[in-house]
């Protein structure tokens, strides 16, 4: 069974996304960004394969259900999709736990950081303390700065649009140095 997971800022905020694409699996809304911090997502789309015995059979791996974005991106959906319906009718392998682990990418202790201060921050914003929230959003930002989960997900927390200027100027300053956004895993 597939089970989507919005990482925004509210209900409220996915709900429309949700709508329009009328899935026939259960979606959620995490606003904790709890499973970002479980499964060490740093962008979105990010799909990560669990076996019916809770295992991961294919870590975090770019995902996209369309190819809307494949202008910006240079990922076609089919690729991931291909892949997912041979593991799903039984006619391809998973990988083994050992290509998983080799794969996997694990959370350095400045992610780990970076994700407190990213709760911290988003806390402190609830509460209505924004000058003490900016701190810690953009040390979160610092120390993680390949994590957009997090530099992305503070932008609608400080009120700036999640897909306007200042997230194509943050993208576009991370590409430009030669960085890669999204980084599929080989087939």
Do not use: C
Request: glycine residues 8%.
């Amino acid at each position: 069974m597939a089970i989507a997971v919005a990482l925004d800022r509210s209900a409220e905020d996915a709900r429309p996304w949700i709508e329009a694409a009328k899935p026939t699996h259960p979606s959620l809304i995490d606003v904790e960004h709890r499973v970002a911090d479980l499964y060490n997502m740093v962008n979105v789309p990010t799909a990560v394969w669990i076996d019916e015995e809770g295992r991961i059979v294919r870590p975090n791996d770019v995902a996209f259900g369309t190819d809307t974005f494949r202008h910006i991106t240079g990922i076609e959906a089919a690729r991931h999709l291909g892949l997912l319906r041979a593991w799903v009718r039984g006619e391809a392998p998973v990988m083994g736990a050992r290509e998983v682990r080799q794969l996997q990418a694990m959370p350095s202790p400045e992610d780990q950081q970076a994700r407190a201060e990213f709760g911290l921050g988003r806390w402190l914003a609830e509460r209505g303390r924004a000058a003490a929230a900016e701190r810690h959003f953009v040390r979160a930002g610092e120390l993680a700065p390949h994590d957009f989960t997090i530099r992305r997900g503070t932008m609608p927390i400080r009120g700036i649009d999640p897909m306007g200027p200042g997230f194509r100027a943050m993208l576009q300053e991370w590409v430009g140095a030669g960085k890669a956004y999204y980084r599929p895993l080989p087939d």
